[in-house]
C-alpha cells in the first residue's frame, strides 16, 4: 500500500467517528423486527396450541384457514417451515411435543421419581425453594 492510499484510509477512518452512549442506545430502542422475524415469534407464541390442535386430529389447511380468519396470513410452506424450526428450537431446549423420531405427540405421563397420586410439592414464588 503506497502512502497515499494509507493517508486516505486514515483520513476516513477518522472522519468515522463512534456515536455517542445515548445515540446508539436511541438507535436499538429505534429498532423493530422485520415481518419474518416477527412471524416467528407469533408462531412460537401459537405453537402449543397449534401442537395441541394436530393432536386433536386438525388438519394443517384447516389450522391455517382459521389463522387467516384471525387475521393471521400464513402460506403452507411459511408454515411448515416454521412449525420444524419452532419444533427443532423446542426439541434443543428439551421441552418435547413430539417423537425427535417418528413426529408422534407425546402423552403426558406422571412424574417417574414421585409415587403415584402424589403431587408436586409446591414451590415458593419467591425464593423459588419449597414452601
Given at each position: 500500500?503506497?502512502?497515499?492510499?494509507?493517508?486516505?484510509?486514515?483520513?476516513?477512518?477518522?472522519?468515522?467517528?463512534?456515536?455517542?452512549?445515548?445515540?446508539?442506545i436511541d438507535a436499538?430502542?429505534?429498532?423493530?423486527?422485520?415481518?419474518?422475524?416477527?412471524?416467528?415469534?407469533?408462531?412460537?407464541?401459537?405453537?402449543?396450541?397449534?401442537?395441541?390442535?394436530?393432536?386433536?386430529?386438525?388438519?394443517?389447511?384447516?389450522?391455517?384457514?382459521?389463522?387467516?380468519?384471525?387475521?393471521?396470513?400464513m402460506h403452507h410452506?411459511?408454515?411448515?417451515?416454521?412449525?420444524?424450526?419452532?419444533?427443532?428450537?423446542?426439541?434443543?431446549?428439551?421441552?418435547?411435543?413430539?417423537?425427535?423420531?417418528?413426529?408422534?405427540?407425546?402423552?403426558?405421563?406422571?412424574?417417574?421419581?414421585?409415587?403415584?397420586?402424589?403431587?408436586?410439592?409446591?414451590?415458593?414464588?419467591?425464593?423459588?425453594?419449597?414452601?
Open positions: 500500500m503506497n502512502s497515499r492510499m494509507e493517508a486516505v484510509s486514515k483520513a476516513s477512518v477518522a472522519a468515522k467517528s463512534v456515536a455517542s452512549p445515548s445515540e446508539i436499538l430502542n429505534a429498532m423493530t423486527l422485520d415481518d419474518e422475524a416477527s412471524t416467528a415469534l407469533a408462531f412460537a407464541e401459537y405453537f402449543p396450541a397449534i401442537v395441541a390442535a394436530n393432536n386433536r386430529g386438525l388438519s394443517t389447511p384447516a389450522i391455517l384457514k382459521m389463522l387467516e380468519r384471525m387475521g393471521v396470513h410452506a411459511t408454515y411448515n417451515k416454521l412449525f420444524k424450526a419452532e419444533l427443532k428450537a423446542r426439541n434443543d431446549r428439551g421441552e418435547r411435543f413430539c417423537c425427535a423420531t417418528c413426529g408422534a405427540a407425546l402423552k403426558p405421563q406422571g412424574r417417574r421419581d414421585m409415587p403415584e397420586g402424589a403431587s408436586p410439592p409446591v414451590v415458593n414464588e419467591v425464593t423459588g425453594g419449597a414452601a
